[in-house]
Structures are given as structure tokens and as C-alpha cells.
């Protein structure tokens, strides 16, 4: 902490920094500065780091979806200390979050104007008639997506809203609708673009404190709907798939010798119609499309009178397969669902630096409050600002995502997961990065699985709090009033 006050001290002098934090859903590393996808296009990302801003290649989410790692990141507690494994445990009625600020409200507490729009927490219902956006632990929240709807062109979607090759019926059903296709919205008809322009609003603003801005990208989480101009930057016939093995999940078991895991329906859906190539290509499509609003908020930021001093924190929720291990979708243990982009933008920065340390998303928290000077508070995440300066300094723990059903446990080379059942998976990922080979039996490495297998939680607490049904299209249902007045900042630690 004293590091990370001496660094704000020396970059931001007594001013205090103002904070712009960009937290985009279900993408992985197929961005142009982390290399994931030789094909992705992302100027606008691969223009702002050039220009000045750390990579951490290696840096991992609390929780392989989406719910649980935004409850990580914004409540700065490891889902095994809250209990919060899934979409519908919401950590407002944990017993830890009761008691200790989230992340904005403890800069509210302390000083700081916070705004949001766009996806920073995980929707609930409550009662249902209304719905929890988060929007309680603001001082200023704004809906962009509320009566917005990017409607496909249901005589081109894949699945979902339309059928595939002259079908009738699609015949795959699942609650993750994996489906694609252009909108009939063009790119400023779109909900991320809306977040993106009032993010360029908000930066115009004068304020008589520092402010902490949070602009929440939904793409490209499901469904794929985006453009056609973001398609067309994608040729079918040349785009390049991921390797996938047939074999690859034969040498996972579980402790009674059979297989621990197979093709799950989403892959299979895929691979019975021959569409590994369109799958990837709205994936990529949707990315290209994040990139530009991203765009947006940048030439904002450059633009504003704040750019000299404001923090950019961009993080990604947790990662996605398309294809790897036989399967699309995420909440998985493997390297594709654990990982995810994050990148910070310290003014003053003035070339890209890549960190290999193993940071987590759980790290945010801790690390802003370092960087902005405001009182130290106990947390789970470590404070990781002496690696703004020092890429390669020391940081001995290795990256930790916590699961509904395991744990994955990364370092730089190593990777180690053990699921509840016992199943446990090893993987070299300098010489195997796909992951292809699982070691967990090779005494050689009998050492470095034991060190790593600590890392596992000991305890993980069961989820307590309260369930409430959804209301209706609870998208666009009332936010839920009333819960702001219980949440007392002064009250809170």
C-alpha cells in the first residue's frame, strides 16, 4: 500500500487520480495486444496501448462466469468467501457484503463522485416485480439498454431467432442460445454504442471532486447480433478455427477411472452443421464491434480535460471457448474460461509493457484503493501497483479462479485444476498452451502439483442469502427501489 500511495504521490502529485474503468463481458484474449487470434482486429485496443498501458497476458477472473466474478471484482471477496458461485446468488444478501462497501461505494465513502451505465454487476430480480442492477451502489446510475433492443435480421441469424440451411426447426435448444447474425440496427442503434456515448457525455462534465466512471460492454456476450460491417471484416474462407483434438478430453478422468468430461451440446450443435468457421466469425465480429465503442471512450478520454489524470482499467469478466476442449460457452477450469484481458493506463505511460505476472481481477479493488491514496482496507485481493513500474517484480501467488464445481489454480508455465469430485488436470502451458496434455500422473511433476494443489480454498462457504423470483423481461423491469437506504456508507467497512 505505501508503494501504491508513493506512486499516485509521483504521477498524480496532491490531486487525487480519477478512475475510468471498462468492464466488457464473455471475451477472452482475441485482441490484437494479447494475440489470442492472429485475425482479430482491434485497432482501437492495439492503438491505446501502444500509445502507454500494461498487459497482464497471464491475469485470471475470480470466477469463470459472469455473476460470481463481478461479485469479486466489485465486491473485492473470492466467491469462496461469499458464497457466490452462480448467476443466481447475489451477493447483496451475503452475509460479508452486508457489512463491507463494494468498490464504488467505498470511493463514495471516501470522497469520490461514482457513475455507471452499461453491465458492472450482475442483474437479480427482487420481489418479482423489480430487478437489482447494482444501480444502489452508485451515486449516479444510468440504463442505457432500458426500451433498446438490437434486433437481428431474422433472414440471416443462425439458430436462435431463425433456422439454419433451409430447416424448418432448429433442432438445438439451450438456455445459451448460441446464435448470430447482422442487426438491422446500425452501430449508433446499438446498446454498447449508447454506453460508450454517454461515457463520451460524462467526460464532458465539469466536477467538483474526483470521479470514478464505470461503462459496462455487453458484447460480445450471446447472442452475436452486431452489424454487418463488423462481419464483413472477416473472410469465411480464409479465417482460421481453433485446433481441436478428438481425443483431447480421453486423458482427463475422474477418481474412478472414467472419463470426467465430455463434448458439451453446443460444440456438437456446431460440428453436425459444419459451422466452426460463422461460429468464429460473429465471435470475431463482435470483438471488432466492442473494439469500436471502445474507440468511442477513448478519443472521449483523450479529448477531455481529465486524460492527464484519470486511471483506464479495462477487464474482461472471464474468458469463452469456441471449440477448445470440445466445447463453446464458459464456467469452465481450462485455460480459455480462466483467463481474460486486463490492462491498465496509468497517465504518463508511454509505450505498451506486458506483465507476466499472474494477477487476478480480485486484485482491482485493493489496487485502486492504493493507487488513489484512500484508506487501506482488508480484502482478498492483493495490491499489485508495484508492478506498474516493475513488470517483472516479485508476486509469489499464483492466479486463483474459484468455480461452481473447482478450482483452477495458474501460474506463469504451470497450470493445476481440481474439480470437487477429485478430477485433477496439470498442464505445461510454455510447451502445451492448448492444453492438450494432461500430466497429473508423470511423477515428475509430482512437486509442483503438491505445491500448487495449497492453493485450492481449504473452505468454501455455501451460498445463505435470500432468491428472488424474476419478474418479467426483468431487463427492462422498475430498478428496485429502497435497497440504496440500506446501505448506510458510514455504517459500512
Same mark, same amino acid.
Given at each position: 500500500?505505501? /508503494?501504491?500511495?508513493?506512486?499516485?504521490?509521483?504521477?498524480?502529485?496532491?490531486?487525487?487520480?480519477n478512475i475510468?474503468?471498462?468492464?466488457?463481458?464473455?471475451?477472452?484474449?482475441?485482441v490484437?495486444?494479447?494475440? $489470442?487470434?492472429?485475425?482479430?482486429?482491434?485497432?482501437?485496443?492495439?492503438?491505446?496501448?501502444?500509445?502507454?498501458?500494461?498487459?497482464?497476458?497471464?491475469a485470471?477472473?475470480?470466477?469463470?462466469i459472469?455473476?460470481?466474478?463481478?461479485?469479486?471484482?466489485?465486491?473485492? /471477496?473470492?466467491?469462496?468467501?461469499?458464497?457466490?458461485?452462480?448467476?443466481?446468488?447475489?451477493?447483496?444478501?451475503?452475509?460479508?457484503?452486508?457489512?463491507?462497501?463494494?468498490?464504488?461505494?467505498? *470511493?463514495?465513502?471516501?470522497?469520490?463522485?461514482?457513475l %455507471?451505465?452499461?453491465?458492472?454487476?450482475?442483474?437479480?430480480?427482487?420481489?418479482?416485480?423489480y430487478?437489482?442492477? +447494482?444501480?444502489?451502489?452508485?451515486?449516479?446510475?444510468a440504463?442505457?439498454?432500458?426500451?433498446?433492443?438490437n434486433k437481428?435480421?431474422?433472414?440471416?441469424?443462425?439458430? +436462435?431467432?431463425g433456422?439454419?440451411?433451409?430447416?424448418?426447426?432448429?433442432?438445438?435448444?439451450?438456455?445459451?442460445?448460441?446464435?448470430?447474425?447482422?442487426?438491422?440496427?446500425? /452501430?449508433?442503434?446499438?446498446?454498447?454504442? &449508447?454506453?460508450?456515448?454517454?461515457t463520451?457525455?460524462?467526460?464532458?462534465?465539469?466536477y467538483?471532486?474526483?470521479?470514478?466512471?464505470?461503462?459496462?460492454?455487453?458484447?460480445?456476450? @450471446?447472442?452475436?447480433?452486431?452489424?454487418?460491417? *463488423? /462481419?464483413?471484416?472477416?473472410?469465411?474462407?480464409t479465417?482460421q478455427?481453433?485446433e481441436?483434438?478428438?481425443?483431447?478430453?480421453?486423458?482427463?478422468?475422474?477418481?474412478?477411472?472414467k472419463?470426467?468430461?465430455?463434448?458439451?451440446?453446443?460444440?456438437?450443435? =456446431?460440428?453436425?452443421?459444419? @459451422?466452426?468457421?460463422?461460429?468464429?466469425q460473429?465471435?470475431?465480429?463482435?470483438?471488432?464491434?466492442?473494439d469500436?465503442?471502445?474507440? =468511442?471512450?477513448?478519443?472521449?478520454?483523450?479529448?477531455?480535460?481529465?486524460?492527464?489524470?484519470?486511471?483506464?482499467i479495462?477487464?474482461?469478466?472471464?474468458?469463452?471457448?469456441? $471449440?477448445?476442449?470440445?466445447?463453446?460457452?464458459?464456467?469452465?477450469?481450462?485455460n480459455?474460461?480462466?483467463?481474460?484481458?486486463?490492462?491498465?493506463?496509468?497517465?504518463?505511460?508511454?509505450?505498451?509493457?506486458?506483465?507476466?505476472?499472474?494477477? %487476478?481481477?480480485?486484485?482491482?479493488?485493493?489496487?485502486?484503493?492504493? &493507487?488513489?491514496? @484512500?484508506?487501506?482496507?482488508? &480484502?482478498?485481493?492483493?495490491d499489485?501497483?508495484?508492478?506498474?513500474?516493475?513488470?517483472?517484480?516479485?508476486?509469489?501467488?499464483?492466479?486463483?479462479?474459484?468455480?461452481?464445481?473447482?478450482?483452477?489454480?495458474?501460474?506463469?508455465?504451470?497450470? *493445476?485444476?481440481?474439480?470437487?469430485? $477429485?478430477?485433477?488436470?496439470?498442464?505445461?502451458?510454455?510447451?502445451?498452451?492448448?492444453?492438450?496434455t494432461?500430466?497429473?500422473?508423470?511423477?515428475?511433476?509430482?512437486?509442483?502439483?503438491?505445491?500448487?494443489?495449497?492453493?485450492?480454498?481449504?473452505?468454501?462457504?455455501?451460498?445463505?442469502?435470500?432468491?428472488?423470483?424474476?419478474?418479467?423481461?426483468? =431487463?427492462?423491469?422498475?430498478?428496485?427501489?429502497?435497497?440504496?437506504?440500506?446501505?448506510?456508507?458510514?455504517?459500512?467497512?
Amino acid at each position: 500500500m505505501i /508503494f501504491g500511495a508513493l506512486l499516485a504521490s509521483s504521477v498524480f502529485g496532491a490531486e487525487r487520480p480519477n478512475i475510468l474503468m471498462i468492464a466488457i463481458d464473455d471475451i477472452n484474449d482475441w485482441v490484437e495486444p494479447l494475440g $489470442g487470434h492472429p485475425q482479430a482486429k482491434t485497432p482501437n485496443l492495439d492503438k491505446f496501448v501502444k500509445e502507454g498501458a500494461m498487459v497482464f497476458p497471464n491475469a485470471v477472473c475470480a470466477a469463470p462466469i459472469c455473476g460470481p466474478s463481478r461479485s469479486a471484482v466489485l465486491s473485492g /471477496f473470492m466467491p469462496s468467501t461469499t458464497g457466490v458461485y452462480g448467476n443466481a446468488h447475489n451477493m447483496l444478501f451475503t452475509e460479508i457484503v452486508k457489512t463491507n462497501a463494494t468498490l464504488p461505494e467505498y *470511493f463514495s465513502k471516501h470522497g469520490y463522485y461514482t457513475l %455507471s451505465n452499461g453491465k458492472l454487476f450482475h442483474k437479480h430480480g427482487i420481489d418479482g416485480k423489480y430487478t437489482d442492477f +447494482g444501480h444502489w451502489a452508485w451515486d449516479e446510475h444510468a440504463r442505457a439498454r432500458e426500451g433498446v433492443g438490437n434486433k437481428p435480421d431474422n433472414t440471416k441469424v443462425t439458430n +436462435g431467432s431463425g433456422t439454419i440451411r433451409g430447416e424448418s426447426k432448429s433442432e438445438y435448444k439451450s438456455e445459451a442460445k448460441l446464435s448470430w447474425g447482422p442487426t438491422k440496427d446500425g /452501430f449508433e442503434g446499438m446498446v454498447d454504442y &449508447l454506453v460508450a456515448d454517454w461515457t463520451r457525455e460524462v467526460l464532458n462534465r465539469d466536477y467538483d471532486k474526483p470521479f470514478f466512471i464505470a461503462s459496462g460492454i455487453i458484447k460480445p456476450h @450471446l447472442p452475436w447480433y452486431v452489424p454487418q460491417e *463488423f /462481419f464483413d471484416l472477416y473472410d469465411l474462407d480464409t479465417l482460421q478455427t481453433p485446433e481441436v483434438r478428438e481425443d483431447d478430453l480421453n486423458d482427463i478422468l475422474n477418481p474412478h477411472g472414467k472419463l470426467a468430461f465430455k463434448p458439451n451440446k453446443e460444440y456438437e450443435w =456446431v460440428k453436425k452443421h459444419g @459451422l466452426e468457421k460463422e461460429a468464429t466469425q460473429a465471435y470475431l465480429a463482435s470483438i471488432s464491434f466492442v473494439d469500436a465503442c471502445l474507440g =468511442v471512450m477513448f478519443d472521449a478520454l483523450e479529448k477531455s480535460k481529465y486524460a492527464d489524470n484519470t486511471i483506464v482499467i479495462i477487464w474482461g469478466d472471464h474468458g469463452w471457448h469456441l $471449440g477448445e476442449k470440445q466445447r463453446y460457452l464458459k464456467n469452465t477450469t481450462w485455460n480459455e474460461a480462466v483467463k481474460t484481458p486486463f490492462l491498465v493506463k496509468l497517465p504518463g505511460m508511454d509505450k505498451m509493457i506486458s506483465c507476466d505476472r499472474t494477477v %487476478s481481477l480480485i486484485d482491482i479493488y485493493p489496487t485502486l484503493v492504493s &493507487l488513489c491514496g @484512500l484508506p487501506e482496507k482488508e &480484502l482478498d485481493g492483493l495490491d499489485f501497483s508495484d508492478l506498474l513500474t516493475d513488470p517483472k517484480g516479485e508476486w509469489e501467488r499464483p492466479g486463483i479462479t474459484v468455480s461452481v464445481d473447482g478450482t483452477s489454480v495458474m501460474g506463469e508455465r504451470w497450470h *493445476f485444476a481440481q474439480q470437487l469430485d $477429485g478430477t485433477e488436470e496439470f498442464y505445461d502451458l510454455q510447451s502445451d498452451p492448448m492444453e492438450f496434455t494432461n500430466l497429473i500422473n508423470h511423477p515428475e511433476h509430482a512437486e509442483k502439483i503438491a505445491e500448487m494443489r495449497k492453493w485450492v480454498p481449504e473452505k468454501r462457504v455455501k451460498y445463505v442469502g435470500e432468491r428472488h423470483k424474476k419478474p418479467a423481461k426483468y =431487463v427492462d423491469a422498475p430498478a428496485a427501489p429502497g435497497i440504496k437506504a440500506t446501505r448506510i456508507l458510514s455504517e459500512l467497512k
